[in-house]
């Protein structure tokens, strides 16, 4: 079973900057089958990125993901209000989450 | 309207049993990769279970021996029937449309889920 750990577990933010949230695959990982998603508080998660790098339908620009192998990245380019929230990525195959990464409001 | 909505969760004395849910509409479950997936109390994202278009199921091994997910094509609805619960079980529970092209080995991940319901196993 491969196990994806995030990093870090908290991320503390100010609006406007920049935010780069990692996920590491205990194996390597066809980036074809990285997926990462978003949670609020009492809703259900709303996909992101598929395939490592494509945002999923009405995405906004400023998420990206990147990498391949064992390292993949999601990144915010500039953190709107509505961004601070919980993320995770997933892999499939083995179906698993990483244990997730809180960004908050500094 | 693509949705998923969940019902069946509630509140059960360990070692009960319990059906959950998920009927959708918009979209084919037969047709699709369809998952369980829960999050107890504070806690992070667990994949439970998944259903493949052509049948084949996986599980999570917290729920093997225990879960088994289901799906009746003429109601287009997904179900987790729950065995053997236990005080580690209780979350809320997320059923999540995932979607996988074998022809282009693309993962397009799980793009569809219902608003979930909750699942107390206590006594």
């Known amino acids: 079973e491969i196990v994806l750990t995030q990093s870090p577990g908290t991320l503390s933010l100010s609006p406007g900057e920049r935010a780069t949230l990692s996920c590491r695959a205990s194996?390597?990982?066809?980036?074809?089958?990285l997926a990462w998603y978003q949670q609020k508080p009492g809703q259900a998660p709303r996909l992101l990125i598929y395939g490592a790098s494509s945002r999923a339908t009405g995405i906004p620009d400023r998420f990206s993901g990147s990498g391949s192998g064992t390292d993949f990245t999601l990144t915010i380019s500039r953190l709107e209000p509505e961004d601070f929230a919980v993320y995770y990525c997933?892999?499939?195959?083995?179906?698993?989450f990483g244990q997730g990464t809180k960004v908050e409001i500094k | 309207e693509v949705q998923l909505v969940e019902s069946g969760g509630g509140l059960i004395q360990p070692g009960g049993s319990l059906r959950l849910s998920c009927a959708a509409s918009?979209?084919?479950?037969?047709?699709?990769?369809m998952s369980w997936v829960r999050q107890a109390p504070g806690k992070g994202l667990e994949w439970v279970s998944v259903?493949?278009?052509?049948?084949?199921?996986y599980y999570a091994d917290s729920v093997k021996g225990r879960f088994t997910i289901s799906r009746d094509n003429s109601k287009n609805t997904l179900y987790l029937q729950m065995n053997s619960l236990r005080a580690e079980d209780t979350a809320v529970y997320y059923c999540?449309?995932?979607?996988?092209?074998?022809?282009?080995?693309?993962?397009?991940?799980?793009?569809?889920w219902g608003q979930g319901t909750t699942v107390t196993v206590s006594s």
């Open positions: 918009g979209f084919t479950v037969s047709s699709n990769y």
């Open positions: 194996q390597s990982v066809s980036s074809s089958y």
């Open positions: 259903i493949y278009s052509g049948g084949s199921t």
């Open positions: 999540a449309r995932g979607r996988y092209f074998d022809s282009i080995d693309i993962y397009y991940g799980m793009d569809v």
């Open positions: 997933q892999q499939y195959g083995s179906w698993t």
